[in-house]
């Protein structure tokens, strides 16, 4: 199973505000920036988020997201049915020299 | 425009080599750190490499260490991987993607469209 633990499912109603969590350890996200990811099926993902809450250029600022300790989270707001992907949180891990990613989290638009 | 493009993947018996190539265009290549990503069929993303922008460091997951090498001709803007000894267990799609320039680790800013590895007899 993956280092960064996330609910493998979400679901809202456009209009709606939706958060999906990200939990590590302080060797991750205790000690190191989250960046979250979108993935359309058959698609490579896209960067989202990165250092905890920056979104690059582009990225509508209906996402955001913020860490606490060791879990950080990722909301939508004013939520779309194009917003309906798969989301990883990932970090580096220092116990283990590499990016960790989280299982991620399917996000159902009803 | 900013692109990676993997090549190399294919279908490959255990036990078997594969090298993977990513090409960099419309950026300066020798400025980023650069990984491998996969993706097994249906399930999520796992880091596979990391290597430098200067290619002095260099990082393998636990689960390849040993049996693949990450490496890069800033030169030529290319990225390779070097798999050996493959397993069934390495089938997967396999992304090549830029560390974002002065981001943290793990920020991934760019993406290739990926190359399927297959491992099978």
């Known amino acids: 199973q993956s280092v960064l633990t996330q609910p493998p499912s979400a679901s809202g109603t456009p209009g709606q505000r939706v958060t999906m969590s990200c939990s590590g350890s302080s060797s991750n996200i205790g000690s190191y920036s989250v960046n979250w990811f979108q993935q359309f099926p058959g698609t490579a993902p896209k960067l989202l988020i990165h250092?905890?809450?920056q979104r690059p250029s582009g990225i509508p600022d209906r996402f955001s997201a913020s860490t606490s300790g060791t879990s950080a989270s990722l909301a939508i707001s004013g939520l779309q049915s194009e917003d309906e992907s798969d989301y990883y949180c990932a970090a580096w891990d220092d116990s283990l020299n590499g990016v960790v990613f989280g299982g991620g989290t399917k996000l159902t638009v009803l | 425009q900013v692109q990676l493009v993997e090549s190399g993947g294919g279908l490959v018996k255990p036990g078997g080599s594969l090298r993977l190539s990513c090409a960099a265009s419309?950026?300066?290549?020798?400025?980023?750190?650069m990984n491998w990503i996969r993706q097994a069929p249906g399930k999520g993303l796992e880091w596979v490499s990391y290597i430098s922008s200067t290619g002095t460091t260099i990082y393998h997951a636990d689960s390849v260490k040993g049996r693949f090498t990450i490496s890069r001709d800033n030169a030529k803007k290319s990225l390779i991987l070097q798999m050996n000894s493959l397993r069934a267990d390495d089938t997967a799609v396999y992304y090549c993607?830029?560390?974002?320039?002065?981001?943290?680790?793990?920020?991934?800013?760019?993406w290739g469209q990926g190359t399927m590895v297959t491992v099978s007899s």
């Open positions: 419309g950026f300066t290549f020798s400025d980023n750190n």
């Open positions: 250092s905890n809450s």
């Open positions: 993607a830029r560390g974002g320039y002065q981001l943290p680790r793990g920020a991934f800013d760019i």
